[in-house]
């Protein structure tokens, strides 16, 4: 049985070295060095955003989480980050979210770029695996549902 699960499991993830490490408006040309799950939150809530060849849609759905952020009651009560974890896009989305990280000076968010693509739920794990959040969220960047629900 034990032989089984070793033989039929999947090959472990790999994390490269440049997955480890972000891009936002603060550091576009010198990446940051993630956080990890381990570490002690320090801040409310990471929102963690899978992203792939999203640069139709991603405007959009930023606009309508950011703007339900930022509204007085949440604002007044709770800090957050916004990941969006690029999941190995053919288009510019990468370029994009950095883009509308430098129009919303006042907030942070963190781009990180994974060089292949392992999927949504890759894409989820790795944004989970490095938020710096003590809440975590996941929220599809094509706004498939509400921010707001």
């Known amino acids: 049985l034990y032989l089984a699960l070793i033989l039929l499991s999947p090959p472990?993830?790999?994390t490269r070295p440049s997955e480890k490490t972000c891009r936002s408006r603060k550091s576009l040309k010198d990446p940051l060095n993630l956080a990890s799950l381990a570490d002690v939150g320090s801040i409310d809530?990471?929102?963690i955003i899978p992203a792939y060849n999203e640069t139709s849609r991603l405007p959009s759905m930023l606009?309508?989480?950011?703007n339900h952020l930022n509204s007085i009651s949440i604002r007044q009560t709770c800090t957050y980050e916004l990941v969006i974890v690029e999941d190995g896009s053919k288009d510019d989305?990468?370029?994009l979210?950095?883009?509308l990280g430098q129009q919303h000076l006042n907030r942070d968010i963190?781009?990180?770029t994974l060089e292949k693509n392992l999927g949504k739920g890759g894409a989820v794990r790795h944004g989970m695996l490095h938020a710096r959040g003590n809440r975590l969220l996941m929220v599809d960047a094509d706004g498939a549902s509400r921010f707001e629900d």
Do not use: G, Q
Request: overall charge negative; charged content about 15%.
């Open 63 to 66: 606009e309508t989480t950011l």
């Open 110 to 112: 963190r781009v990180v």
């Open 45 to 47: 809530l990471s929102v």
């Open 93 to 95: 989305t990468s370029a």
């Open 12 to 14: 472990p993830m790999i």
């Open 97 to 99: 979210a950095l883009e």
